[in-house]
């Protein structure tokens, strides 16, 4: 069965400071990987998605990046934190077959102070 | 770019009541999106309760029904009688696909089930 890990479960930051979140997937070869953010009270958007290894796309600019370094994780980073960065982080899969259903992680729940 | 509008929380329904959570969207890159009902239970993440994806055609789970009416582009969720383990916050949400395969999602219904 196939099993999605995020890290850190929640964090607490300062403004100006660095972050790594990460996430797992385990039990399924060459997902297709989506990040998405939920700030309080906010609609769940997407930020980025990669369909293989080293190739992530952006789409919304939130002066955060992505990466893929290996087929079954996905970074999401920034060299500076925002107080408008605060909010809900959930790493998805897919697989393009399956009517583009996704499953998405636990969620990582940042607060920038 | 793509919408979706779902019933305004919070919402309050006695136990064995039956229930409906309404959602309408706007999909500008597709005639017929994928739609989808996502729930997260009280401490755990976002799961799938149901998809559909034909027009015209009824997806169920958990006793929840939601029917996908391109005339009307709703996608509303019901339930016959809920229990009280049924509170959550549903999402419904739609996929247009591309490369991106990006789920729009509304803002979420938070139900909470009276006993």
């Known amino acids: 069965a196939q099993t999605i890990h995020q890290w850190p479960v929640a964090e607490i930051k300062a403004v100006g400071s660095p972050l790594s979140l990460g996430c797992t997937i385990k039990?399924?070869?060459?997902?297709?990987l989506y990040w998405y953010w939920q700030a309080t009270g906010g609609t769940l958007q997407q930020l980025f998605y990669?369909?293989?290894?080293?190739?992530v796309e952006s789409v919304v600019q939130l002066n955060l990046s992505a990466s893929r370094p290996k087929d079954d994780q996905f970074i999401l980073s920034t060299e500076k934190l925002l107080l408008s960065h605060s909010g809900f982080y959930l790493c998805?899969?897919?697989?393009?077959?399956?009517?583009?259903?996704?499953?998405f992680g636990p969620g990582t729940r940042l607060t920038v102070l | 770019g793509d919408s979706v509008t779902q019933t305004e929380g919070p919402v309050t329904v006695s136990e064995s009541e039956s229930l409906i959570i309404n959602c309408t969207y706007s999909a500008t890159s597709i005639a017929y999106p994928n739609l989808f009902w996502y729930v997260r239970y009280p401490g755990e993440g976002l799961q799938l309760l149901l998809k559909v994806i034909t027009a015209g055609q009824k997806g169920s789970s958990r006793g929840f029904e939601a029917t996908y009416n391109k005339e009307t582009t709703s996608f509303h969720l019901q339930k016959a009688s809920v229990q009280e383990s049924d509170s959550a916050v549903y999402y419904c949400?739609?996929?247009?696909?591309?490369?991106?395969?990006?789920?729009?999602f509304g803002k979420g219904t938070k139900l909470s089930v009276k006993s």
């Open positions: 990669s369909i293989t290894v080293g190739q």
């Open positions: 998805a899969w897919s697989l393009m077959d399956w009517g583009y259903e996704q499953y």
């Open positions: 949400a739609l996929n247009s696909g591309g490369s991106n395969a990006k789920l729009t």
């Open positions: 039990g399924k070869s060459s997902p297709n």
